[in-house]
């Protein structure tokens, strides 16, 4: 500590280990605080299948499926102060099926495609949120200056479009039986490990309950005298 | 001249403290910067707050740095004792014979 250049660098090096410590405490401190997801309803509310290109780049014409979706859920007990972002995705999963069309029931969860997502800042993160001024100062006037915002979690989506069509390897999406729709959630911290949505009760954090939709299956194609009547 | 100027501006960066002042100054930085990590965790933790926490930390080390890096006079309460030039020792001649064997 002799010189002025010499006690920079000694504090220097403690604050880097005091920020490291701290930072260790606040990705422990989420484990204190109890996580109960709950998903109210998640249900099909629109299928189509239609035979062209899926992308507007795609090379070739497959089927592709635009499932539409309604979802009522109460995520908002993930968001501590250590929350970022929550991450809130829904896949649709089928099993594979035999040459001769049957399905093989015992993979229910052979084929995963997502379906759409989004991203649901905490207050903290809302300066990072990819929308435009008009809309952030929307959302940031949403929070009311609080850490932590009851609302955001919550979702209520009535006959979404979905982001993304999806498709199959095999070119085929017609007539899939045993389709279901799954909700998934990843909690992105400002410190710590990401963490997903689990199956069995880990301590204070809870399963999630009842992400999973009935099963249905998707319809055939349109033919073409019946003209392109929405379903 | 030139020599002048710069021996004063090398006494500023340098900011030489005596031995009891930088023990003051190191235990000074370690307990400061405990005390901001703790204050900042349990500021951020009761009001979940973690964009306060960052700035109560942060600032409080830059408070920290202040503190500690200038040579504050009070780093230098203790200097040191140096001998007077010479030596300070009697400069009576000694009977100091080198080379000749002991009788």
């Given amino acids: ?231 | 001249m030139a020599e002048q100027i710069l021996d004063q501006v090398r006494d500023v960066f340098e900011g030489q403290i005596d031995f009891e002042g930088q023990k003051l100054a190191e235990l000074l930085a370690n307990l400061a910067l405990s005390v901001v990590g703790v204050v900042a965790f349990l500021v951020g933790y009761f009001l979940q707050d973690i964009k306060l926490a960052v700035w109560i930390g942060l600032g409080g080390t830059a408070l920290t740095f202040v503190a500690v890096v200038p040579p504050w006079p009070f780093f230098n309460k203790n200097p040191v004792k140096w001998l007077p030039v010479g030596g300070g020792i009697s400069t009576q001649p000694v009977n100091l014979v080198i080379g000749e064997k002991a009788t």
Avoid: C
């Fill in chain 1, 1 to 231: 500590m002799y010189s002025s250049l010499v006690r920079i660098q000694n504090t220097f090096g403690f604050f880097t280990t005091v920020a490291f410590v701290v930072a260790a405490f606040v990705a422990l401190s989420d484990f204190v605080a109890p996580r109960t997801p709950v998903i109210h309803s998640l249900k099909t509310t629109n299928l189509q299948v239609v035979r062209g290109r899926p992308h507007y780049y795609s090379s070739k014409k497959e089927e592709y499926a635009i499932i539409k979706f309604s979802l009522d859920a109460d995520l908002s007990s993930l968001f501590t102060w250590n929350t970022k972002q929550l991450f809130v995705y829904i896949t649709a999963e089928w099993p594979s099926t035999t040459p001769s069309g049957a399905t093989i029931a015992s993979n229910a969860t052979a084929n995963q495609a997502v379906i759409w997502d989004s991203i649901i800042t905490a207050p903290s993160s809302d300066h990072l949120a990819n929308i435009g001024p008009a809309t952030l100062k929307k959302l940031k006037k949403s929070a009311a200056g609080k850490p932590i915002d009851p609302s955001r979690g919550k979702l209520s989506l009535k006959n979404q479009r979905p982001k993304y069509q999806i498709t199959h390897p095999s070119g085929k999406m017609a007539s899939t039986e045993d389709v279901t729709l799954r909700l998934h959630y990843n909690v992105q911290p400002w410190v710590g490990l990401l963490t997903w949505n689990q199956n069995v009760d880990y301590g204070r954090w809870l399963k999630l309950q009842g992400g999973l939709s009935k099963k249905f299956n998707l319809p055939a194609l349109k033919k073409k005298d019946e003209g392109k009547a929405k379903s």
